[in-house]
């Protein structure tokens, strides 16, 4: 079954829209775009930010918000391709948005008492007291339910330079429905704001993107209700629901998958609602198995059938192994022989601080040839503003730093050195002792500093389902179709194991949905006889009700 | 948006100054008062052509008569508005609207050294650092000094102004031209091809070649020559040369004036706002009037008020400019023991009413007031002439000294002394000593010495010892049955009057005509008028004032010289040392 070819794949959305697709270019008003997995919504969003991009003057742009770092980096580089302008546009997280645009430049007109430097930090990392006045901050509290007196504590944070991250979505409802000149910057700057994953929304976010749509900013979210997967940091799809029945946005559907093979499609749908139409196909590319053993077992089969695949002519970083858990991914990545990375984020990453983000792409470009090193400097400080002295210092930064990182043990004292010398230099009034110690956690922790590494063809990739998401691969190995896994069960009240409870069946099912629809060409359903469980033993296991949803096994090869 | 104060402090001239400014703007005042040091503190924030360089602060920037090391240029904006502007002032625009640009010079104390610091913010409280003035692509000031390179301007604007005409050709045009430039191309191809076979350009090169010739064979089989450089077709049209041409020749383009209009409407037209407003820019012009007949300075003033949208600042010396350009404000800069100061803090509701009343009889002659260190107000055109002539026959030279005597002829003085309170100008005044009936009532009163008194109340400087005599005797100015006032009143009012003079307010003993009648020139009047009766040469004055002023001057000029010592020279005498000791302390 090993075997794989394309039946069905025409060529991938090239440059000619579908049909579609083109409803929604032509559409110049709010729009909710419902877009099935592999339907080209990268692309139809990227046109639509283009358009705007080519005719709007030099002092506008567009808010581009998405839900990672990285698919924000990916999102920017498909909307100006060809050395577009992106005048001035901001691509980034909903919660960079926040901060920058916002909270950081308006809360001062409200709330004064501090100049431009702010930390940012997570609640856990606070100390006791402050912890104590933030008990009361949930995933996702939504700005109406929020008292004076808490608001109040937020207050006399932010006077003091602390912003907790929790909080964002609170403090930015609050500062835009309090400042008029807030209000005006946005509407004077922006024509459009674009959000993907809006399955994956919050109260907060919510409300600030109806708010800028009032602006009379041209305001389009984009989802898919199957792929909501983050209700446990206080997610919904009820808000993407909403806005579908809102007479000022209008509905358009993008529901034709053209990036997997008919089998899959048929599949995943299936998954969902199994009277759903079935394409006619000749041969299932989906396919279970069960290994027998644990982790390192199906390490080892995964070693043994890779070769027969790449002998397909498919690279190996196109081949991805998906994982419930962190836990089984670095088993996995710790025992499987075929060169490999662990996609993982480090907190290095997910901090909002500046340093924070100039150590990352200093570690990036350290490891990444193709990574240039303005790169890291131009989102700080525009090249030619720098004189000749500051240029030269900086090229020499750049050289020491790939000095630094070519020898064979890596002298961690020197890269924090060096590190903090750079940022000084190019943000000398944001700097942040916490970001320091996370960069000084990264190098200490091989499989930290791996992340960094680029992935190269040679790569198997290892992730989470909750990471895959957005991606694509022509292979995926699906694993974890345990039964308590995946869906995640509970034994009932009293520890009743016979009558077990869900935890959140429909999430589990539509991360399951995630998984099979990264996949292109094939994908293996992995279960296995034996698994380690959290309590890190090693017991027998039985297969997911996944597997047999439905009847479901008729569609598999 | 509108630049609408500006605040000087420890800045060259300006030791703590504010300035207001409207939607136009006229600066007003003295050579050297500081009219440039004023534009040029603006640029430092707001003109684009300086460069990192040129905004340092040098030892001349800081205050001379204190100890200080530190100045600041603050600009206070209004009505910020313009997406261009909001869009790119994150957080620096308030709730209102308004934004702040602050410029801070700094010198170390000890070493000297010296730096600068940017501040944005929505209020004086909020002023926070910024890097540099990044936001001079959305707001600056765009500037024009008196000295202007015409030459040097067009040879700038040359390329541009080709390529806004190739730009807007129509598609028949372009073939046409492209045509014209390939006949043009090969044009000078043939030429290049001719220079070189003039004989003497060919022979040129045999001494060279023969030498060559000597030291090696190679040289044989290549000569050196002098060739035209196949020309560059583009650079050869490019550089045709601005001419004039009259009847279809070719003449020197005209005397500076000319030039001055040109290098104006130029610079107008490619800086009119477009309809797409990338950018907001405030337009600042100094002396527009250079070289320019009187005439075409009212047209240049008329031309710049329509051409010119958004808000504008010009620094003028012409009265024409200044009362036809309309501004709705003027701002005449004085210098005082504590630094150049703008009076009335530059624009102001105070001037802006003034000038509302004078409504459309403001003129050349009174707007020569505005420039004026003090002007002398006289009833009417007799007077006036008068007063010129005498003050010549005495030897007051009214240029030197920057006095102004003016006629207050169907104006009325309270309008002229309103403006130029406003302006800080001091004004003198003289007016004839009436005694009319009060309307509607059995009593008589001193209606000049009354007029005097509430001017003084309005608009005057108070004085203790005048404060005191008015109060004293006003009462006296009124209440007798017939218009012989007793002698009692009479006195009351010269001390009131004596007080006065004091202060500048001059009254006749009874009226100009009667008083020279009685002073050291009667004979002259005697002789002029034919008739020695005093009421027979009064009556004959008065009528036709004017011309009968102007022909007995005509004749008897020289005569005021005796004069000299008597209260009717006093006024000429008060402003003249007025001048003199404002000029002593400064």
Redesign the interface.
Known sequence: MIRLFSANHTSKNCMQPTDQQELILNHHENAVIIAAPGSGKTFVVSEKVRAILKICPSFQGVIAISYTKKASGELKDRCLKNGLNPKSSFFGTIDKFYLGEIIIPFGKHLWQGHGNEFSIPTIETMDASQQQSLAWVGRDNPLEGVSEEQLDVLKSLFKTGVIALETVGILANYVFKNSIACRNYLKAKYKAIFIDEYQDCGANQHALFEQIADLDIVAVAVGDLNQSIYAFSGKSSKYLSALTGLEKFKTFKLDKNHRCDNSIINYSNYLLDPKIELIPVDKSMIKSFRIAGGEIQVAEWIDKTIPKITAQNIKNNQIAILTRGNRTAELIGANLKTSNKIIITTDLDLSLAIWAGIFSNLLRFAFDPAFNFLEVIEDYVSFDKLNTISRRELVLYRDTVKKLFSESVLNIVEVVKLFTIIAEHLAPKAKHQESITLLSQVLNLKSQLEAYKPTSEQDVNIMTLHKSKGLEFDVVYHLDMHEWVFPSKAPGPNNDFNNPVFNDYLQDLNLHYVGITRARKGCFLITSTQRTNNRSTISNASDSEFLTKDGIEKLRA | MILSTVKVAGFRNFKNTTINFAEKSLVIGANDVGKTNLLWAIRLLLDKGLSEYEVEPKDSDFYAFDDTNEFTILLHFKEV?E??V???M??K???T?ELFLQYKGLRDAVTKSKTYKLYAG?NT??L?EIE?RYYR??LNLKYISSRRDFHNYINREKTNLFQSAKESREAAEVTKDDTLYGEISTNLKTVDEKIPKLSYIAKATDTINAELNKLSLHHQTQQIVFDANTSNVDSFINNVSIASKSKNKNLVVGGDGKLNQIFLSLWASRNKLTD?L?EVSIICIEEPEAHLHPHQQRKLAEYLGSTLAGQVIITTHSPQIACEYNPNSIIRLVPTDAGTLAASDGCSTIIDAAFQSFGYRLSIIPAEAFFADVVFLVEGPSEEMFYKTLAKQLDIDLDRLNISVLMVDGVGFETFIRILSSLGIKWVLRTDNDISKVPNMAEYNFVGVKRMMDFYHKHAVKDAACDAAIAQYKALHRGFPTNAPPQANIDGMAIITDALALQGSFISVKDLETDLVNSKISGNLQTHYGTTVPAEIIEAMQKRKAINMYEFLLNHKDCLKLLNGDPISDPLVFCKSYIEKLYATN
């Open positions: 508005k997406d261009c909001v869009a790119k994150k957080g625009i308030s709730d609207d929505i409280a909020n926070e540099d692509r959305v797409d990338e």
